[in-house]
């Protein structure tokens, strides 16, 4: 079965500052990885995914994930922070299952900018 | 193109009471999903339908029932709704299962009393 923890139910930064949310996953095949965001009062839309090849992955909004597998993570980074990022935000993994796929959710970061 | 609707948008019931949620998605998606959330859990899966005509247990599925209804609709159920059902439910849908990306709704935010 597949698994993910996010690390830090909170993270607050400065505007203009790194932003680094860490996901690690757990599988016994190869994942499929995903980072939604949720903006308040609304459902989750989709930051960026990995399925395969390259490993750095680009999304929308200037945020970015590499997977690396090595340390089975896929931690999500955007080099300056601008208060519109503050969200909740998910990592989830899937695998593959002869097209029964399912998505598991980690339990989310809060990300507070601070002006 | 409405993309993922959710009604009704809040819903207040007494333990006991019975209600559905409906789900209808305008992509022509062929895999549909119900979650909920609850503040410090993420999203759980309660249901998904793979493909029109097939459905399947999530992660936490008791007390709950769905129907698929056409390609467009997936409802879900509560029989008899106890507190412990209190949360926000989102529906979502994709083109398919495994790496698709899935589009949610609003979500409808239900309290049991």
């Known amino acids: 079965a597949q698994s993910v923890t996010q690390l830090g139910s909170h993270v607050s930064v400065s505007e203009g500052a790194l932003v680094l949310l860490r996901c690690n996953y757990s599988s016994s095949v190869p994942p499929y990885l995903f980072w939604y965001v949720q903006y308040p009062n609304q459902g989750l839309q989709l930051l960026l995914k990995?399925?395969?090849?390259?490993?750095l992955v680009k999304g929308i909004n200037g945020f970015e994930a590499e997977f690396k597998k090595s340390e089975t993570s896929f931690h999500l980074t955007k080099p300056s922070a601008h208060m519109s990022d503050a969200a909740e935000y998910f990592c989830?993994?899937?695998?593959?299952?002869?097209?029964?796929?399912?998505?598991?959710f980690g339990t989310g970061t809060r990300l507070t900018i601070i002006p | 193109n409405a993309g993922v609707t959710q009604t009704p948008k809040f819903q207040v019931l007494k333990t006991g009471q019975s209600m559905t949620l409906q789900c209808a998605q305008d992509?022509?998606?062929?895999?549909m999903y119900w979650y909920r959330q609850d503040p410090g859990m993420g999203l759980r899966l309660i249901y998904y339908?793979?493909?029109?005509?097939?459905?399947d247990k999530g992660e936490v599925p008791n007390g709950y029932n769905v129907s698929r209804l056409n390609k467009r609709e997936f409802s879900l159920r509560l029989e008899s709704a106890a507190p412990s059902q209190t949360s926000v439910y989102f529906c979502?849908?994709?083109?398919?299962?495994?790496?698709?990306?899935?589009?949610f709704g609003p979500g409808t935010r239900l309290t049991v009393t």
């Open positions: 989830a993994v899937s695998v593959s299952n002869f097209g029964n796929e399912k998505l598991t």
């Open positions: 339908s793979a493909s029109e005509g097939t459905t």
């Open positions: 992509m022509n998606h062929n895999s």
């Open positions: 990995y399925t395969t090849g390259a490993t």
């Open positions: 979502a849908s994709s083109a398919r299962t495994g790496f698709y990306e899935q589009y």
